[in-house]
């Protein structure tokens, strides 16, 4: 681990960001070049006393995990990330189809999208990020380790998992599931995270065995669907997705038609989401 330059790499790729650049308000009073520390701390959910230590040289090594966070935090290209990974003494992720780090352009368009409901997904329905809107709607989907990151795999273990949809809406979204993993499986091939996912639901979910026989495809998404909250009750939301081919990742934005009473319960879950980020900052 290279302490000294990976101090000075931090410090140039915070320096070289502005507060547009991440959504972030400049202020009247900004003196800092670019983010300030906290700032990228909170973007790379991590505490300011860690980061900051990184970036005097006197940090300890960070793990794989907490550097991935902060190549996301930075909005660092695949190439800086991979720079970033050595200097801190790890070999970096291999650059595959479904690999998780978030390219730069799609974190921009997320920054601009803090008061609605989006996050960005593998294939598997791995997420990688969320805005706090979204974490209002679905909770901290990115806490997730092993085979539970993905939602296909908590669908058919974790009842809480199906908490976010209206009961009538489950047969439904099982079976899409269930496609939309097969559909995957099959582009990555025998030895992809996909198949081992579907290989453990298989051992493990009476449900989805009996579905998976069936050999359902999806053709397309579905644009609308219902979910529900706590606090707000159902929400018809629309779906739009917008698909990097180079990660093989999808942006998911829920939205709802203004002046509906979805729309109304969807502001004021974003208004919540807003509230907490505050609150936990």
């Keep these: 681990m290279d302490r000294a330059q990976l101090a000075d790499f931090l410090r140039s790729r915070r320096e070289a960001l502005q507060p547009d650049d991440v959504g972030l308000a400049k202020g009247p009073r900004r003196r ?3 983010l300030r520390r906290e700032e990228v701390a909170a973007l790379s959910d991590m505490s300011v006393d860690y980061y900051s230590r990184l970036e005097q040289s006197r ?22 990330r991979d720079h970033l990974f050595h200097l801190a003494g790890h070999q970096p992720p291999k650059r595959t189809i479904s690999g998780e780090h978030v390219a730069p352009g799609l974190m921009r368009i997320l920054d601009r999208l803090a008061d609605t409901p ?19 709607l679905f909770g901290d989907e990115t806490r997730f380790t092993g085979n539970a990151r993905s939602v296909v795999y908590r669908w058919f273990t974790d009842p809480g998992a199906r ?3 209206p009961e009538s809406d489950h047969d439904k979204l099982s079976r899409a599931f269930a496609a939309d993993a097969r559909g995957f499986a099959a582009q990555q091939g025998p030895d992809s995270r996909a198949q081992r996912v579907i290989d453990a639901l298989l051992a493990v979910s009476p449900e989805f065995a009996e579905i998976w026989a069936d050999h359902e495809i999806n053709a397309m998404h579905e644009l609308e669907k219902r979910v529900q909250h706590p606090e707000t009750g159902v929400i018809t939301v629309q779906c739009q997705f917008l698909v990097d081919p180079t990660q093989g990742q999808t942006l ?15 502001q004021l879950l974003s208004v919540l989401g807003t509230q907490r980020l505050t609150a936990d900052a």
């Design 59 to 80: 940090g300890p090594q960070p793990s794989e995990q907490m550097l991935a966070a902060i190549a996301r935090g930075l909005r660092l290209t695949v190439a800086e």
């Design 163 to 165: 908490h976010v949809y």
């Design 118 to 136: 989006a996050q960005v997904m593998t294939a598997m329905g791995e997420t990688l990020v969320q805005t706090p809107a979204a974490r209002a």
């Design 32 to 34: 800092t070049a670019g």
């Design 252 to 266: 998911l934005v829920l939205t709802a038609t203004p002046g509906t009473e979805s729309y109304d319960r969807l």
